[in-house]
T-cell receptor
Framework: GQNIDQPTEMTATEGAIVQINCTYQ??????LFWYQQHAGEAPTFLSY????GLEEKGRFSSFLSRSKGYSYLLLKELQMKDSASYLC???????????FGRGTSLIVHP | DTGVSQDPRHKITKRGQNVTFRCDPI?????LYWYRQTLGQGPEFLTY????????KSRLLSDRFSAERPKGSFSTLEIQRTEQGDSAMYLC?????????????FGSGTQLSVL
């Protein structure tokens, strides 16, 4: 099975940079996902990392280290609308079906 | 592309009643997934279909839960003899190889309240 650990809550200031960490344990690695979920809304896909390293998509970047069982999501130039829950997810061994962590609630304040 | 559609948005029922939810995935998305989410938690996998075949079901899923996707298009999730612990947001998602199986598109969910 999986064990996914991420901080419960983080706060940051508008315009700043924030890094949300995720550690995981899984049997059979098939990549790691990050999803964003605004309160009362559906999760939306942010990124999928299967190889080590950093992948950048505009203000958002995601990093993966398979040997360390570690990933982070980096959000730059924070905006108020980035206040949301950020979900780290890892597929169960041998499948591509994401198992989600509890999520990190990010609060961006002025 | 109208996105994943779920109906109803909200359902209030009494304990012991049966409820059924519907999900219409994005057109031509082969895979369809059901998840359940409670407040402060991430989505919990329930089951998934590839076309009309139900390929995987969570071991934690009670026998009171059943899902179908009869023609490989829309899907229904039925909960029999509902219990208060079934209160949650039920999320449906779909995916397709053209955008990557791993990229799930979620619907807005059905919020179930069992009284």
């Amino acid at each position: 099975g999986q064990n996914i650990d991420q901080p419960t809550e983080m706060t940051a200031t508008e315009g700043a940079i924030v890094q949300i960490n995720c550690t995981y344990q899984t049997s059979g690695f098939n990549g790691l996902f990050w999803y964003q979920q605004h309160a009362g809304e559906a999760p939306t896909f942010l990124s999928y990392n299967v190889l080590d390293g950093l992948e950048e998509k505009g203000r958002f970047s995601s990093f993966l280290s398979r040997s360390k069982g570690y990933s982070y999501l980096l959000l730059k130039e924070l905006q108020m609308k980035d206040s949301a829950s950020y979900l780290c997810a890892v597929p169960s061994g041998g499948s591509y079906i994401p198992t989600f962590g509890r999520g990190t609630s990010l609060i961006v304040h002025p | 592309d109208t996105g994943v559609s779920q109906d109803p948005r909200h359902k209030i029922t009494k304990r012991g009643q049966n409820v059924t939810f519907r999900c219409d995935p994005i057109s031509e998305h082969n895979r369809l997934y059901w998840y359940r989410q409670t407040l402060g938690q991430g989505p919990e996998f329930l089951t998934y279909f590839q076309n009309e075949a139900q390929l995987e079901k969570s071991r934690l899923l009670s026998d009171r839960f059943s899902a179908e996707r009869p023609k490989g298009s829309f899907s229904t999730l039925e909960i029999q003899r509902t219990e208060q612990g079934d209160s949650a947001m039920y999320l449906c998602a779909s995916s397709t190889p053209s955008t990557g199986w791993e990229k799930l598109f979620f619907g807005s969910g059905t919020q179930l309240s069992v009284l």
